[in-house]
């Protein structure tokens, strides 16, 4: 079955990066478009950017534009996304998700990654 | 970027009610709509895209509807496991965005 399997939560200080992993299994990796939500406590979602496994491409929300960076790797068919120059509003719940090419709308979700930033 | 405006905040019900969620957009999003479950500590799970199409495995009480900027989900026979916060999403331009949530809870 399809699964996005996230890595663990994270502390980090501020100003620091933290890179977070989403491995995706049950499925062609390639054939499907991945990508990557935050939600803050308590509060709605935000679409940061996604990435196309297949060419490596990107697209970000403006707003994440600085401060995310994607990747992928297909030899192991994870997703990866840093974060940089992190502060307080970073701290939050960091999902990957999977949709396909066409539409872009998330049938499968990571468990998410808890992101506190914390001198 | 499109606003996603979705009412209520909250809402309370009985077993066995019906609810229904609504979404207004700030623009015309031609039906390319989600709704998500998130139940507590658990990421989202789809429930409805293309604004009335059931995701798989997805019980037949929840519908969506609507066109336009105007959609609403619709969750008949509610049941204990329902209790959850419901989102909306619209995914006709780019960022795709989402409403801020409503919270379900049994009276």
């Known amino acids: 079955q399809v699964k996005l399997l996230q890595s663990g939560a994270a502390l980090v200080k501020p100003g620091d990066s933290v890179k977070m992993s989403c491995k995706a299994s049950?499925?062609?990796?390639?054939?499907?478009?991945i990508h990557w939500v935050k939600q803050s406590h308590g509060k709605s979602l935000e679409w940061i950017g996604y990435?196309?496994?297949?060419?490596?491409?990107?697209n970000y929300n403006e707003k994440f534009k600085s401060k995310a960076t994607l990747t992928v790797d297909k030899s192991s068919s994870t997703a990866y996304m840093e974060f940089s120059r992190l502060t307080s509003e970073d701290s939050a719940i960091y999902y990957c998700?999977?949709?396909?090419?066409?539409?872009?709308?998330?049938?499968?979700w990571g468990q998410g990654v808890m992101v506190t930033v914390s001198s | 970027d499109i606003q996603m405006t979705q009412s209520p905040a909250s809402l309370s019900a009985s077993l066995g009610e019906t609810v229904t969620i609504e979404c207004r957009a700030s623009?015309?999003?031609?039906?390319?709509l989600a709704w998500y479950q998130q139940k507590p500590g658990n990421s989202p799970q789809l429930l409805i895209y293309d604004a009335n199409s059931l995701a798989d495995g997805v019980p037949s009480r929840f519908s969506g509807s609507g066109s336009g900027t105007q959609y609403s989900l619709k969750i008949n026979s509610l049941q204990s496991e329902d209790v959850a916060s419901y989102f909306c999403q619209q995914y006709n331009n780019y960022p795709p965005t989402f409403g801020s949530g409503t919270k379900l809870e049994i009276k």
């Open positions: 998700a999977r949709a396909d090419y066409y539409s872009y709308y998330f049938d499968y």
């Open positions: 990435i196309n496994p297949y060419s490596g491409g990107t």
């Open positions: 623009e015309d999003i031609y039906s390319n």
């Open positions: 049950g499925y062609t990796f390639t054939d499907y478009i």
